[in-house]
């Protein structure tokens, strides 16, 4: 599978007809259903580092809640409910990338109990403590034109919200976890650090030639 590094080749991805992939078979997903409008994460390198980095680490997770924040089409909690994690809730701020969710949860079977969200961050979550929360925000800083630029460019608005937000659904002793690359520099240890959390980098690779890192945070 080519991953597409450009901006451009990403955003035009998202208008490319829905199609199944067993990209992620070796962790687990034997199909995972992309939809149009639905960022592809089979051609993300975060999704797949990340996805592939809980697959490995379900220490974090087994027996605990889990909540996927910003899920697209669902693969990072997917992993988690499929590793061991006792209950997975998802939320997307796209209605169609939680609709592409709920159909990845039926198609895989998954047995734990599941919630989903459309939500802008935790705006429209009901409130709830999770012991485990995963965030793998837009990649790049700026102002999006669309819908469809949403998924890789937001402002550090979407971080803050994010780091401030999380505080009330985070049991005392839960941990988030963040991916982001050397390629795009984005604040998320400032954030975290202005709101409280206790930051550790716990995992650096090189991915498809890019360094790429896993951020895991405490109270």
């Given at each position: 599978?080519q991953?597409?590094?450009?901006?451009?080749?990403?955003?035009?991805?998202?208008?490319?007809?829905?199609?199944?992939?067993?990209?992620?078979?070796?962790?687990?997903?034997?199909?995972?259903?992309?939809?149009?409008?639905v960022?592809?994460?089979?051609?993300?390198?975060?999704?797949q580092?990340?996805?592939?980095?809980?697959?490995?680490?379900?220490?974090?997770?087994?027996?605990?809640?889990?909540?996927?924040?910003?899920?697209?089409?669902?693969?990072?909690?997917?992993?988690?409910?499929?590793?061991?994690?006792?209950?997975?809730?998802?939320?997307?701020?796209?209605?169609?990338?939680?609709s592409?969710?709920?159909?990845?949860?039926q198609q895989?079977?998954?047995?734990?109990?599941?919630?989903?969200?459309?939500?802008?961050?935790?705006?429209q979550?009901?409130?709830?403590?999770?012991?485990?929360?995963?965030?793998?925000?837009?990649?790049?800083?700026?102002v999006?034109?669309?819908?469809?630029?949403?998924?890789?460019?937001?402002?550090?608005k979407?971080?803050e919200?994010?780091?401030?937000?999380?505080?009330?659904?985070l049991?005392?002793?839960?941990?988030?976890?963040?991916?982001?690359?050397?390629?795009?520099?984005?604040?998320?240890?400032?954030?975290?650090?202005?709101?409280?959390?206790k930051?550790?980098?716990?995992?650096?690779?090189?991915?498809?030639?890019?360094?790429l890192?896993?951020?895991?945070?405490?109270?």
């Amino acid at each position: 599978m080519q991953v597409l590094n450009d901006i451009q080749d990403i955003i035009n991805l998202h208008r490319e007809e829905t199609y199944s992939t067993d990209y992620f078979a070796d962790i687990g997903i034997p199909t995972l259903l992309l939809e149009t409008q639905v960022f592809k994460a089979d051609r993300s390198l975060l999704g797949q580092y990340l996805g592939r980095f809980l697959a490995a680490h379900p220490e974090l997770y087994q027996q605990k809640t889990v909540m996927d924040v910003g899920c697209g089409c669902g693969l990072l909690g997917l992993v988690c409910a499929l590793h061991g994690a006792s209950a997975v809730s998802f939320s997307d701020v796209s209605s169609p990338a939680v609709s592409n969710t709920d159909k990845n949860i039926q198609q895989l079977h998954i047995q734990v109990p599941t919630q989903t969200f459309v939500s802008d961050c935790f705006a429209q979550i009901p409130p709830q403590i999770f012991d485990f929360i995963i965030f793998n925000p837009p990649s790049v800083t700026g102002v999006p034109k669309d819908f469809l630029e949403e998924t890789i460019i937001s402002p550090d608005k979407v971080l803050e919200d994010f780091f401030s937000q999380s505080q009330h659904y985070l049991a005392g002793d839960g941990k988030i976890v963040v991916p982001y690359s050397g390629k795009h520099s984005r604040p998320h240890q400032k954030y975290a650090e202005e709101n409280g959390y206790k930051v550790q980098l716990i995992d650096t690779s090189l991915y498809e030639g890019v360094e790429l890192s896993t951020l895991l945070l405490q109270r």
